[in-house]
């Protein structure tokens, strides 16, 4: 999967519609590392098609959550398929309480045009038309930026309840786009804590050949473990009852880890193995 950061590199080529360079996303599938951009997210206030608020620092980002951006027109190059398929990925996301909220924003259609268009295609995300102030709030991300090179519409911008930046996550096609977007929500989050409490720090993970292990002088019983793919599909679901707790793995799988107990929830990226 090739994903870009920030100031990335030219990717696509295109005279305006957002086009694809294969030569770049099959010859060179590991030019660029993934990124978060050292730039914060700027704050902004906008208001859906339904009369809804939505302010990004208040709302999300304070309350531990990462916010994916999907900005677009009408008409825009794999729109009619890579927004149902965000639809699908915003629905596993919510049956397995990931902490993310999406906000679709379109600079250039009112918000007749939204409405019908999310009706016909079966959105029910949040949608913000240029009369709910999507023009103010997309503007840091487009044209000449500080997060990286603008290359046009679809496009998604991935933000971390630090307020970090995954600029512009692509691939070739529809499947890999949202794959992408999803790897970069799991990225944004695992570098958060999503609770502060004392026993985050003492929670231990240590890779092995063989698995990996989970433990703590205090687990609690039944306290509930999960392991998701980068994609967001749920790979294992453990039910917690000693303090120490050993799950198989091949040496390189790369999951993302939820533990939960009580009120105190912990999430990160699963250590490779060196």
Not at 53 to 77: K, S, T
Not at 255 to 271: A, D, V
Request: negative net charge; aromatic residues 10%; proline residues 6%.
């Amino acid at each position: 999967m090739l994903i870009w950061g920030c100031n990335n590199l030219e990717k696509r080529s295109y005279p305006i519609l957002k086009q694809i360079t294969l030569f770049l996303l099959v010859v060179l599938p590991e030019l660029l590392p993934f990124q978060l951009c050292a730039q914060q997210a700027p704050d902004f206030e906008v208001t859906d098609v339904n009369g809804e608020l939505h302010q990004l620092y208040d709302d999300y980002l304070n309350e531990g959550r990462a916010v994916v951006l999907g900005l677009f027109y009408i008409g825009a190059p794999m729109l009619d398929d890579m927004y149902p398929q965000l639809q699908e990925y915003a629905n596993l996301a919510d049956s397995q309480a990931l902490p993310v909220n999406f906000l679709l924003m379109s600079a250039f259609d009112d918000n007749s045009e939204i409405i019908a268009f999310a009706e016909s295609h079966g959105i029910s995300l949040p949608v913000i038309s240029n009369e709910g102030g999507a023009s103010a709030a997309i503007a840091p991300y487009t044209a000449e930026n500080d997060f990286g090179t603008f290359y046009g519409y679809p496009m998604f911008v991935v933000i971390g309840p630090d307020g970090t930046v995954v600029y512009d996550p692509w691939a070739g096609d529809v499947d890999g786009v949202i794959e992408a977007v999803g790897e970069a929500v799991n990225e944004v989050l695992s570098n958060v804590s999503v609770a502060d409490t004392a026993l985050s720090g003492a929670l231990r993970i240590a890779r092995t050949r063989n698995g990996v292990t989970f433990s703590h002088p205090a687990l609690s019983r039944g306290a509930k473990l999960q392991l998701y793919l980068p994609d967001g599909q749920l790979y294992t679901e453990i039910a917690l009852f000693d303090n120490e707790t050993f799950i198989p793995l091949e040496p390189r799988a790369l999951l993302i880890y939820r533990y939960e107990s009580g009120s105190s929830i912990y999430r990160g990226r699963l250590p490779l193995l060196q």
